[in-house]
Structures are given as structure tokens and as C-alpha cells.
């Protein structure tokens, strides 16, 4: 990923995120990942996406649940710069934790589970970042094994 490109670009390029790219243009997100930010993603991969059913994301990706997918994309996303020595640095401020509120408006619990960092939805879903610290011109992309889902445990 080019640094001195936006969230959006970005993953529009990577050959990782094609589900994320076609959830954030269905949801109508594309142009607010272009804007300066700064934003913290956790972008769930295609393998991550894999994990769900393709039914699934069809049903996602279909225009009368644009407000649903919009309600996941944004819960994959924090307001403000966190790389990862920041969220380990803020877990150490709050005795192996650290909460983190979501543009959707929920919490994602940062601990770690061995070197990982794991997160944690208000569903007790974890994911795992898998590749962290992707610098961009308005954020930073953290790479998670797995998808949030607004109000399903």
C-alpha cells in the first residue's frame, strides 16, 4: 500500500480487500475514506469475508440493506490515527485492555491473545489483526482475520 494515498485508494488496489472495496462502494463510504481523517480501519480481508456464507454477503451487498452494510462497514472503523503501538500502549494504560468506540457508534475491546492483538465486539466476535500498521495519507489499515456483525453474537 502507498503511504501517500487515502484509506479508499488503497484498498481499491489491494488485490486482499475486493469484498471490503465492493461493501464500502455499496454502502456509499468510498468518498468518506477519501477525506483527511483521520481514521483507524480494521479491514477484514477476503479470507476474513470467506468465513461468511457467499448468501450472505449477497444479501449484504444488495441495495435494501445499504444502511445494514453501512452499520458494518462503520464498525470496522475508529476515529483518530492507532497504530499498533498505540492501542498496545493505551492496553497498558488500562491493565491489559482498551476500549475503542467505532464510528457505527459500538466498542471494540483491543487485548492480546499471545503476540496478537485480538478484538472484541459488544458480541464477544473476535478478530485477530493479522497485519497491522498499513500507513495511509488519512489513517492507518490494520488487517483483521474476521468480520464484525452489528447485533449478532
Known sequence: MNPQETIATNTENSEKHTTLVAAIAAADLKEVLNTEGPFTVFAPSDIAFGKLSNEKIVELLQPENKQLLKSLITYHIVAGNFSASKILKAMCRGEGKASFTTVQ???LVATMGGIDIVLT???GNTARITTADS???NGVIH???SVFLPGTP
Open 121 to 123: 465486539d459488544n458480541n
Open 143 to 145: 488487517e483483521i482475520d
Open 135 to 137: 500507513e495511509q495519507s
Open 105 to 107: 457508534g459500538e466498542k
